[in-house]
């Protein structure tokens, strides 16, 4: 049996699903997404889901379920079901699908907390902090900064310089495998029924962090990984699990490029803490590149705005602009297509 508030199972949520028309049937939560099916943990244990013909269609791709969703399903065997309908989302972390321009991909969600985790040795990045914040800025997903493997050595004054701009935003823990005060402070931070998602580049030291925290070899560690040899993965990988005492934890694959898909440039200011300034530039609609009396360019010639965090300003909106346009084609293109279509069928002779 599974407690399902344990999983961030709530009263909202209950409300969700008793206005649906199947309140009949059961509920749980996603806690791993294969190709085409689902795991769901549910009341009565844990269920592989396949989706209705009608939850299949007029979705984007984004808009199936991910790990972390709450979805409705009927029970057809002991341990399978069929998805019928998934409570509405929110807090989630989507990611630009990589070898696309306009398409989004969730890759969590109903999370409240996403560590962004950074090792100390080599992957400690501001610019990529900056973008992850900005990534969840608008889902109300509260960013928390894990910088791990201390014990390797690093610049404390450094680090902290360099995250200057940001801290008052981000709390920030510094962790390593062989402190467990490190580790004992993380857990303190995550309350029952939270969900935390890990994401940051592959080798930091995530799965290895899920496994301390929940005090069991859970997740597969690169270490592990290397000492079975490849091809030697079996089926046994888990994406959320339940941390002992408290919390629901989800690990991510390290992802290389996480393309953004936040348009909204006051977020974007206000992620850097540039916002301020934007008030203060003479034209309302100023885009701080080469206006008269633009307080940003002011502030960064004068250092109060740290060069490195004014050129990842305009790199962030260009590309989450480059993404608004491009789903913006994709719309036009996909609207005059059906035109087109309508069009054939009404009248099929005529050349089009
Ligand atoms: N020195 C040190 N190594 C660590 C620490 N945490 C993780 N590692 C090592 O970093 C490697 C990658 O860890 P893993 O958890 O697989 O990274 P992931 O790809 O982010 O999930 C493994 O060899 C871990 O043993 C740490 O705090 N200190
Ligand atoms: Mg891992
Ligand atoms: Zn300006």
């Given at each position: 049996m599974n407690n399902l508030l344990l999983y961030g199972w709530n009263e909202s949520l209950f409300q969700q699903?008793?206005?649906?028309?199947?309140?009949?049937?059961?509920?749980?939560?996603?806690?791993?997404?294969?190709?085409?099916?689902?795991?769901?943990?549910?009341?009565?244990g844990t269920f592989t889901c396949e989706l209705t013909g009608n939850m299949l269609h007029g979705r984007e791709n984004s808009e199936y379920p991910c790990t972390g969703d709450w979805v409705i399903f009927q029970m057809i065997d002991a341990d399978k079901g069929i998805i019928?309908?998934?409570?509405?989302?929110?807090?989630?972390?989507?990611?630009?699908?990589?070898?696309?321009?306009?398409?989004?991909?969730?890759?969590?969600?109903?999370?409240?907390?996403?560590?962004?985790?950074?090792?100390?040795?080599?992957?400690f990045n501001v610019r990529r902090i900056e973008r992850f914040m900005l990534q969840i800025a608008d889902e109300n997903i509260q960013p928390v900064l894990v910088l791990t493997k201390t014990d390797l050595g690093f610049n404390k004054d450094e680090v902290e310089n360099a995250l200057k701009h940001i801290s008052h935003k981000i709390p920030t823990?510094?962790?390593?495998?062989?402190?467990?005060?490190?580790?004992?402070?993380?857990?303190?931070f995550i309350s029952i029924g939270e969900t935390v998602v890990f994401i940051g580049s592959s080798g930091v030291g995530k799965s290895t962090l899920i496994n301390v925290l929940c005090k069991q070899e859970i997740m597969q560690t690169a270490s592990i990984s290397d000492s079975t040899g490849k091809g030697k993965h079996t089926s046994t990988r888990r994406e959320m699990i339940l941390m002992e005492g408290s919390g629901i934890l989800i690990d991510t694959p390290g992802i290389k490029v996480f393309g953004v898909t936040n348009d909204d440039t006051d977020s974007l200011s206000e992620v850097l803490d540039i916002s301020s300034f934007e008030g203060q530039c003479r034209?309302?609609?100023?885009?701080?590149?080469?206006?008269?009396?633009?307080?940003?360019?002011?502030?960064?010639?004068?250092?109060?705005?740290?060069?490195?965090?004014?050129?990842?300003?305009?790199?962030?909106r260009k590309e989450a602009l480059h993404f608004t346009t491009s789903v913006h084609e994709k719309r036009k293109q996909g609207k005059s297509?059906?035109?087109?279509?309508?069009?054939?069928?009404?009248?099929?002779?005529?050349?089009?």
């Open positions: 699903m008793q206005a649906t028309i199947y309140t009949e049937f059961m509920h749980g939560r996603v806690s791993i997404t294969h190709k085409t099916c689902y795991e769901v943990v549910s009341e009565t019928l309908d998934m409570l509405a989302r929110q807090k989630t972390l989507y990611r630009l699908k990589s070898g696309t321009v306009s398409e989004k991909q969730a890759i969590a969600s109903h999370v409240d907390k996403a560590f962004i985790v950074q090792s100390l040795d080599d992957n823990f510094f962790t390593s495998i062989q402190s467990q005060d490190s580790i004992d402070q993380l857990r303190d034209f309302k609609n100023c885009q701080h590149i080469n206006e008269k009396a633009c307080a940003v360019i002011k502030a960064v010639k004068n250092g109060d705005i740290d060069k490195g965090v004014y050129e990842n300003y305009l790199k962030l297509f059906s035109k087109m279509v309508k069009e054939v069928k009404n009248n099929p002779f005529k050349e089009h």
